[in-house]
């Protein structure tokens, strides 16, 4: 049973810092690129970074030098440490495994974190 449980989100003042986290079962961890999306309501949901074993990449612009990630494979986790937050960071964050050449994920989604940030 593959299961993907998203944490670390909460309420945060634009300029803050959150760390979200991905505990994921049920496959090879090691295996995998692992990612992490975020959905605001009424939008598509959209890829934001990829965790690969030796590279994290910044797909989204507007995240590129205030998000970064990490996997600790041991813990079967993936982590994504959001700096410098502003409000249109204001989504459900999601990670999930990914087919390196497609970008396509692989497993069902878990319910996602909700990040907020407002004043």
């Known amino acids: 049973q593959v299961q993907l449980v998203e944490s670390g989100g909460g309420l945060v003042q634009p300029g803050g810092s959150l760390r979200l986290s991905c505990a994921a079962s049920g496959f090879t961890f090691s295996n995998y690129a692992m990612s992490w999306y975020r959905q605001i309501p009424g939008k598509e949901r959209e890829l934001v970074a990829s965790?690969?074993?030796?590279?994290?990449?910044a797909h989204e612009d507007s995240i590129k030098g205030r998000f970064t990630g990490s996997r600790d494979n041991a813990k079967n986790t993936v982590y994504l440490q959001m700096n410098n937050l502003k409000p249109e960071d204001t989504a459900v964050y999601y990670c999930?495994?990914?087919?390196?050449?497609?970008?396509?994920?692989?497993?069902?989604w878990g319910q996602g974190t909700q990040v907020t940030v407002s004043s």
């Open positions: 965790i690969y074993t030796s590279a994290f990449l």
């Open positions: 999930n495994a990914m087919r390196s050449g497609s970008r396509a994920t692989i497993f069902p």
